[in-house]
């Protein structure tokens, strides 16, 4: 039986795992490859000459001498693509005037790789389940967390109505006159109930967010009919202080569908923050359009702005700017991440950037139409 190239490799692979071959003129220049070889040394590229395989190959061996005993094995490291060299054993062959190179990986080695690669499916698994097992008791102790904040922020919420409204009815004279000292006491009960019914209002906010039992209740609101009775509050609390409240809203926005309740929510808030920064005597700007299917709102303050390195907390739980309100009233520091999670319910989005001269611009978004946000 005549011995070609293809007896050679197929008697060879019926006893070895090969994963090279090559096919080398006498001037080093390659033939013949595999695609493997191809891939694994030049990442697919052609292979032109054998010194592009072998480290050195042609300075330290005379692969004539090679080919004399062919059934013996020799260890070469050969390059990487990724630039790590790496060892096999390779078997030479002369046929026709050229070298036949055969290559395998060490049977050992391929079974110390399998008993490795079993090793890390199995730690793999049993990290899984672990973290499965972590992650449902992580989502237990949450939905408890949530539980319990929703209950005690709801149960404070009576004595702290009680409070406000007998310190409401001493300051109003129903008791009697009060001296000074006295009334400055009950003012002071009267702020700190009022700080505290919006921190309890905020708990109960988180808990149902958190939980995910967030719900929206969609209706139809005309803008420019409903936003001044929106920002009422805000509006006496800017009168006040002297500070104007400036509305602008573009005719395009029309109607738009949303919860009437969390809109006001997010609106009073943000609007709110801006006339608490703003000195007295400045101004707050509200811009309302439309852009891309979102209504748009841009709050405007001239207060301090917001330093760089608060940026990114400032959405999240308790982030706050450091900054003191002009107002003086405390923040709770969950306002506006109940703004983002309520925004992004809606589907829409919502930013804050510092102005170029001076104060901070809030910008939030929501879809006019349902169902066609983000």
């Known amino acids: ?56 190959f042609f300075e330290r061996m005379n692969i004539q001498q090679l080919t004399e005993n062919p059934e013996s094995e020799h260890l070469f490291s050969i390059n990487s693509h990724k630039g790590i060299p790496e060892a096999f054993y390779f078997s030479f062959y002369e046929i026709n005037g050229e070298y036949l190179i055969l290559g395998r990986m060490d049977v050992m080695e391929i079974e110390e790789f399998q008993s490795k690669l079993i090793a890390l499916n199995n730690e793999l698994s049993n990290m899984s389940r672990e973290l499965h097992k972590s992650n449902a008791e992580l989502k237990k102790m949450n939905d408890m967390k949530n539980r319990f904040l929703g209950m005690a922020a709801h149960d404070l919420r009576k004595p702290i109505t009680v ?8 300051l109003n004279g129903a008791a009697g006159e009060l001296g000074k000292r006295q009334s400055e006491f009950i003012t002071a009960i009267e702020s ?22 967030l719900e929206l209740v969609y209706s139809d609101i005309s803008l420019e009919k409903e936003i001044e009775e929106m920002l009422h509050l805000n509006r006496i609390k ?18 738009i569908s949303a919860d009437k309740m969390k809109l006001q929510q997010v609106l009073d808030n943000i609007a709110g923050n801006a006339v608490e920064f703003t000195p007295s005597n400045g101004n707050v700007m509200l811009n309302v359009f439309m852009n891309e299917g979102y209504v748009v709102f841009e709050v405007t303050d001239e207060g301090p702005g917001i330093p760089e390195n608060k940026m990114d907390s400032l959405f999240k739980y308790f982030g706050k700017t450091g900054a003191v309100k002009a107002s003086g009233d405390k923040s709770t520091g969950l306002g506006l991440i109940i703004c983002k999670k309520i925004v992004e ?30």
């Open 1 to 56: 039986m005549k011995t070609t190239k293809e007896n050679i490799i197929n008697e060879y692979m019926h006893k070895n795992n090969l994963i090279f071959y090559f096919v080398v003129q006498k001037d080093g220049k390659v033939t013949d490859y595999n695609e493997f070889a191809s891939l694994f040394v030049k990442n697919g590229i052609p292979i032109n000459s054998i010194k592009e395989v072998f480290i050195d």
């Open 238 to 255: 800017a009168e006040n202080r002297k500070i104007k409240l400036h509305i602008n809203i573009s005719p395009d926005t029309g109607v």
């Open 345 to 374: 319910q809606h589907g829409g989005y919502i930013s804050v950037e510092n102005n170029t001269g001076k104060g901070a611009k809030f910008t939030f978004a929501f879809p006019k139409k349902r169902g066609v946000g983000k």
């Open 192 to 213: 700190s109930s009022v700080h505290m019914e919006a921190l309890v209002n905020d708990f109960l906010d988180v808990s149902v967010i958190e939980s995910g039992t």
């Open 163 to 170: 409070i406000k409204g007998y310190t409401s009815l001493l």
